[in-house]
């Protein structure tokens, strides 16, 4: 989809109020979609993507310029800063391992022990770093050398932290059916040392995406949300019964793959989808904990990768995908809570000392629609056809007479 809105002119000042803004397309990008979007916990200006042809690219300014931090074969996955740890950020890859880096996205270099792995995500304890990958969960205590950790024969591509403090808990979901039935959810009570699956009643065949909120007042249990290639669901006993937060009247039963919360709130979080093939995709918001949701109509429906700011009204950094003309676009959105607005217009001045051009006389807005609507072609057509018979007609009335 050729995109017209540039939005780099409102970037480098502060975005509009929750309006849509296309950014700058990164360089290295081809007509894959984006998978990989990071920004970082201490400044929404950082941002960070991973390209399906390999190139890690970074922005200081919001998406308003890019720069090419790494350059690789592999396909990027996922890019993840440690809010533990500032600086270190993790990217994962198709195939190739992981990478790392220590200056928030500057420079970066491959991991130890996850050489050949696909590594599809990341999740942080206070003294421990978790990813996903096609041959189980491996761990770090770094983020630099790594040691595979459990489900070695099961593909992960959802993994969240639910304890962050020793002993660290984590949940992994896979994109497997497993041998022995039910759904592919795993936990871990010991940092990945044993694993366990989870019996658990929710819709859905494979695991598309997890994350563990903050802690609720008064509690020592973190809401976990799941998604499944069916539906979103949300656990607040360490998964031992679940809510469906999709189905009916609440969001569509689709696939959700990106779920991110915002700051220390345990009951306000986002979810999104890139429909799984279907129309059914979007990005959504709920401030009750799921309860209710609002959509966030994003310019493309299906939505590949998302990004959360650290702030009480965020940055939303997202990646979209047409199939159709193989385009993938990435946006910026400033969540004040108003309603969504489309990409904002923008008029490109001319270029300094460049001759400017009178501009082309507009035709009225009923004019104007008409002639770019798609049954325009068809009326013109019919209305010649009957002016050709017409004047068929009127010759043959002529020579008659002659």
């Not at 936990?187 to 994350?211: E, F, Y």
């Not at 998604?227 to 998964?239: E, W």
């Amino acid at each position: 989809m050729a995109c017209g809105w540039a939005g780099s002119a409102v970037l480098g000042a502060t975005l509009p109020s929750s309006t849509w803004v296309a950014l700058a397309p990164p360089p290295q990008q081809g007509h894959l979609a984006i998978f990989a979007l990071g920004v970082s916990p201490t400044n929404n200006q950082v941002v960070l993507a991973g390209t399906g042809g390999g190139a890690l690219v970074r922005s200081a300014d919001g998406g308003s310029t890019w720069k090419v931090v790494h350059t690789g074969s592999a396909g990027l996955l996922a890019i993840a800063f440690n809010p533990n740890k500032a600086g270190l950020v993790l990217a994962g890859t198709r195939g190739a391992g992981a990478l790392t880096s220590r200056d928030g996205g500057v420079t970066w270099a491959a991991v130890k022990g996850m050489e050949g792995r696909t590594v599809r995500v990341f999740g942080f304890a206070l003294t421990l770093v978790a990813a996903g990958t096609d041959r189980g969960v491996y761990v770090s205590t770094d983020g630099i050398t790594w040691k595979q950790s459990g489900l070695p024969n099961t593909s992960i591509n959802a993994l969240a932290v639910a304890a962050v403090h020793d002993p660290v808990r984590l949940v992994a979901g896979s994109d497997a059916v497993p041998a022995t039935g039910g759904m592919p959810l795993y936990q871990s009570t010991d940092g990945g040392t044993t694993w366990a699956q989870m019996r658990s009643s929710i819709n859905g065949k494979i695991v598309s995406g997890l994350a563990a909120g903050p802690l609720p007042p008064a509690s020592t249990v973190r809401p976990l949300i799941v998604g499944t290639n069916a539906g979103l669901f949300t656990s607040r006993d360490n998964g031992v019964s679940f809510t469906p937060n999709s189905g009916g009247s609440l969001l569509p039963s689709t696939d959700y793959t990106q779920i991110a919360f915002i700051t220390t709130h345990y009951d306000r979080y986002y979810a999104a989808s890139d429909g799984g093939g279907s129309t059914l995709g979007g990005l959504w918001r709920t401030r009750d904990g799921g309860r209710s949701f609002a959509s966030l109509a994003p310019p493309v429906l299906s939505v590949t990768s998302l990004a959360v700011s650290n702030d009480e009204a965020p940055i939303l950094y997202v990646a979209t995908f047409t199939p159709a003309d193989q385009s993938a676009v990435l946006w910026a959105y400033h969540d004040t809570g108003g309603a969504p607005q489309g990409p904002p217009s923008k008029v490109t001045p001319p270029a300094s000392g460049s001759r400017t051009t009178p501009p082309t006389p507009v035709l009225t807005s009923g004019l104007s629609d008409f002639l770019l609507s798609s049954r325009a072609t068809y009326i013109l057509i019919g209305l010649l056809a009957v002016i050709v018979i017409l004047f068929a007609v009127v010759s043959h009335f002529l020579r008659r007479r002659g």
